[in-house]
């Protein structure tokens, strides 16, 4: 008969080995690439020769060059469509929240965008913003407005590239905000209703308070992907855009490391968007630290 020891001994290998191929993956597809990448933008390297070690150069040469500085805000004016995201599927989850006819084939609907593959999708929305016979501007002629080359504009390319991010991820969010609204317990209304709350008081006070972990969640996890966006940007415009005023500072990445081979001034880049991303996670988390409830 095994002993206490013997058996817990047993319990403890077996969970090492349960959690050992999560913790190999860490280490070898996520830690190991992190710390060469930091060790790569050290260095003078071109991805197949040997590295050549200088120190802070290649950071010193990224903040002063302009296309990264141009990259950086292309990357962050992208993501005003964030808090619109977040705004137009709060409205769709509260109005497939209620019981009415067809809410089913609706989520549906607005949810096939987000299991589509992200470079059909950019197709498709390339020719959609065609300036000779995209579907967009054929829209606005119909109104009588003479549209423009969105893609090949300046100062269109970025509002064109929100709209069609904003549009592949509302379907998720949204979702998520509808599983959000159908865990909030409906005594929390019914005692509002009772109290003479109206509508309006109820969603600031129980349903916005309620959905606040999820938004964060989302905030989070889009910040992260927004910082990291490329596809949108390498298939519809290949260039960067006129006067480089599409790219992202991935795209830029991309460009240097695979375009120019200059992959030690690439990984420079990349660990400046880790530390970026890092950092404004860490205040998110704070932040949420301050405004967190507990609700009885």
Known sequence: METK?????KERIYGYLFILPPVLGLLIFTLYPVIYSFYGSLTDWDGLGQMSFVGLSNFKDLFSD???YKAAFNTIYMMIGIPIGLF????LALGLNRRIPGTTAFRVIYYV?????????SILWNWAYNGDYGLVNQFLDLLG?????????????KPAIIIMTVWKGLGYTMLLYLAALQSIPRTYYEAAELDGATGFKSFRHITWPM???????????SIIGGSQIFTEINIMTPTGGTEYSSASVVFYIWQKAFGNLQMGYAS???VVLGLFIFVITLIQFKMNEKSSYEAD
Request: hydrophobic share 60%; aromatic share 12%.
């Open 5 to 9: 020891s013997n058996l817990y001994r």
């Open 66 to 68: 302009d296309l990264f």
């Open 88 to 91: 137009l599927a709060l409205l």
């Open 113 to 121: 965008p987000v299991i589509s593959s992200l470079a059909a999708i």
């Open 145 to 157: 407005i003479k549209g423009p080359n969105w893609l090949a504009n300046k100062y269109t390319v």
């Open 211 to 221: 959905v606040k972990p999820v938004t964060f969640f989302i905030v989070v996890t």
């Open 268 to 270: 420079a880049m990349a």
